[in-house]
């Protein structure tokens, strides 16, 4: 077990791998995705659910319970998903959701990793293969009974997988404040990857196209 402090929040981790045990008790404290927090953390409101699609092990939802009516949080990576819930569980947090489900409109996606787990699941990647379910983003809000104005942030972390999740039409209907992490780092098209995020965020949105990784805050409107 680890004990952790971020963002003003005290909480366990289940130890695990030398390497992961590593970036919760290095890393993670002390500078990861720093920015991230201060984005979404200000947004968050003890009345509202807080969507984190790209779970992972709880990094960000361990931290945002606190400040959050309740976390519904969506992984497919089934290693991971089982850390997410030991994590869960150890700390005793009753208002986070958990689902070992992809989010995408199509039937069902494979995702695969070098290493299952480690946080870099992804759907352009063969190895390990797994196939997962998946549930739309229509679907959670109707599932949970959900309106915009129900929602303080939906943070996005998918390793590629952001540019066919936004082209789901229901999107574009939602108005939310939404954290999303891009990784034009698993393409080698990557001017195309560009293109097609396009598609959901208008062709002037300042994208800086030679990047291979970049976190964006679309606040409400």
Known sequence: MIQLTKAGVNFKVTSSTPELNNFWQTIYQEMWENETFNQIVPHLDKNKTFIDIGAWQGPISLVAQQYSKQCVCFEPDTLAYTYLKHNVQLNGF????????????????NIGAAVLGDGVTSFTKLDNSIE????????????????ADDVSVIKIDIEGYECELLKDPFWKTLNVNMHISLH??????KQK?????????????????????????????
């Open 94 to 109: 009753t208002n986070i959701v958990c689902e070992n489900v992809a989010v995408s409109a199509k039937p069902k996606l």
């Open 132 to 147: 997962c379910k998946t549930i739309s983003i229509q679907k959670i809000f109707e599932k949970y009974k959900l309106t």
């Open 184 to 189: 034009g780092l698993f393409f080698k098209d």
């Open 193 to 221: 990857y560009f293109t097609d995020l396009q598609e959901y965020f208008g062709v002037d949105y300042p994208f800086n196209t030679h990047a291979d990784t970049q976190e964006i805050f679309i606040g409400k409107k």
